[in-house]
Antibody
Framework: EVQLVESGGGLVQPGGSLRLSCAAS????????MHWVRQAPGKGLVWVSR????????GYADSVKGRFTISRDNAKNTLYLQMNSLRVEDTAVYYC??????????WGQGNLVTVSS | QSALTQPPSASGSPGQSVTISCTGT?????????VSWYQQHPGKAPKLMIY???KRPSGVPDRFSGSKSGNTASLTVSGLQAEDEADYYC?????????FGGGTKLTVL
């Protein structure tokens, strides 16, 4: 059974940093591109970032470019999102998702990040 | 990276059909056959309902169908059931990124 379990969220002050993790199991993690998608409270889904299967190609939404870094450790079956210079508007539930045919076919349970003073 | 355009709400009675539109540009919806649709119930993670414009993952009822014409994709839910009440999001590949629609709240009357 495919499982994606996020961790690392919580409350952080504006300007602070946080690292999210997404532990994968039930599939060959190193064979799949992975993405992060976020959802602000009461709002819609927004694509954040993606990484290819070997970790050498990444992409970011304009809103997080230069502040967030996506990475992966295929030996540990884990995806990461390092978030720096956090802003109030980064407050959201962050989902990791596995991609096949450019669609998100498996999602984690979501992890809440709250940026507030 | 502008969001795709969806109507904020849609509704129908049980047994009826409803169609939700998703309008983008030639750089996303119109440029690729990689449009997907997601269903999200309150407090839950999204669930893939349609991928590659019109394909259904295993386990998704055939009441759900997708199509595309030009820069607009559509999701049709036939034979509406109470459990179909949820938020629906379209998503398109856009070259080096992905872009979601703003979401449509489907109400089953």
């Amino acid at each position: 059974e495919v499982q994606l379990v996020e961790s690392g969220g919580g409350l952080v002050q504006p300007g602070g940093s946080l690292r999210l993790s997404c532990a994968a199991s039930g599939f060959t993690f190193s064979s799949y591109w992975m993405h992060w998608v976020r959802q602000a409270p009461g709002k819609g889904l927004v694509w954040v970032s993606r990484i290819n299967s070997d970790g050498y190609s990444t992409g970011y939404a304009d809103s997080v470019k230069g502040r967030f870094t996506i990475s992966r450790d295929n030996a540990k079956n884990t995806l990461y999102l390092q978030m720096n210079s956090l802003r109030v508007e980064d407050t959201a539930v962050y989902y990791c998702a596995r991609v096949t045919s450019s669609s998100f076919n498996y999602w984690g349970q979501g992890n809440l990040v709250t940026v507030s003073s | 990276q502008s969001a795709l355009t969806q109507p904020p709400s849609a509704s129908g009675s049980p047994g009826q059909s409803v169609t939700i539109s998703c309008t983008g540009t030639s750089s996303d919806v119109g440029g690729y056959n990689y449009v997907s649709w997601y269903q999200q119930h309150p407090g839950k993670a999204p669930k893939l309902m349609i991928y590659e414009v019109s394909k259904r993952p295993s386990g998704v009822p055939d009441r759900f169908s997708g199509s595309k014409s030009g820069n607009t994709a559509s999701l049709t839910v036939s034979g509406l059931q109470a459990e179909d009440e949820a938020d629906y999001y379209c998503c398109s590949y856009a070259g080096s990124s992905n872009v979601f629609g703003g979401g449509t709240k489907l109400t089953v009357l």
